[in-house]
């Protein structure tokens, strides 16, 4: 049966506030983006990703539910270069709904599980983001008349 997913900036318009979400994705060849042809290559990684199979996904997962820290699925930012996205392909992220306070037990909890003391990743192909409310309503200018 099919599924609404949100897309990550509007859960954040939503709750109004930054939103934290986990992305798993392969290691590209390079994070430098020089050119077109070069970011239609990293996202033709991303798409053929199959994150069901991502043993680092599942396992994330668990120590999620084992540690009641609430998470849905959603989907990356809702527009690109101004134009909505209509048929984003859902790539596995997972919105993680606690705040964004690195005081708050449950958010240090998750930053020492997913992160080293630098701050580098633990896990290949996860990677720990955060999207600042300012970003979320810039994605939303014109949320009510997209369609018209």
Same mark, same amino acid.
């Given at each position: 049966?099919?599924?609404? *997913?949100?897309?990550?900036?509007? *859960?954040?318009?939503?709750?109004? !506030?930054?939103? @934290?979400? *986990?992305?798993?994705?392969?290691?590209? +060849?390079?994070?430098?983006?020089?050119?077109?042809?070069? $970011? +239609?290559? @990293?996202?033709?990684?991303?798409?053929?990703?199959?994150?069901?199979?991502?043993?680092? !996904?599942?396992?994330?997962?668990?120590?999620?539910?084992?540690?009641? *820290?609430? $998470?849905?699925?959603?989907?990356?930012?809702?527009?690109?270069?101004?134009?909505?996205? @209509?048929?984003?392909? $859902?790539?596995?992220?997972?919105?993680?709904?606690?705040?964004?306070?690195?005081?708050?037990?449950?958010?240090?909890?998750? +930053?020492?599980?997913?992160?080293?003391?630098?701050?580098?990743?633990?896990?290949?192909?996860?990677?720990?983001?955060?999207?600042? @409310? +300012?970003?979320?309503?810039? $994605?939303?200018?014109?949320?009510?008349?997209?369609?018209?």
């Amino acid at each position: 049966m099919p599924q609404v *997913i949100q897309f990550i900036d509007e *859960i954040g318009r939503e709750k109004q !506030r930054a939103v @934290l979400y *986990i992305e798993f994705y392969p290691k590209p +060849e390079s994070d430098i983006v020089d050119s077109y042809e070069t $970011y +239609e290559k @990293l996202e033709k990684q991303v798409y053929e990703f199959d994150y069901r199979k991502s043993k680092n !996904r599942q396992f994330v997962i668990d120590w999620l539910d084992e540690n009641k *820290i609430p $998470y849905y699925e959603c989907g990356r930012f809702s527009k690109f270069g101004g134009f909505i996205k @209509l048929h984003e392909k $859902y790539l596995g992220n997972l919105y993680i709904d606690i705040p964004f306070d690195r005081e708050n037990p449950d958010y240090m909890k998750l +930053e020492e599980f997913l992160e080293n003391p630098d701050g580098t990743f633990k896990f290949k192909n996860v990677r720990f983001c955060y999207v600042a @409310l +300012e970003v979320a309503m810039e $994605y939303g200018d014109g949320d009510e008349d997209e369609f018209d």
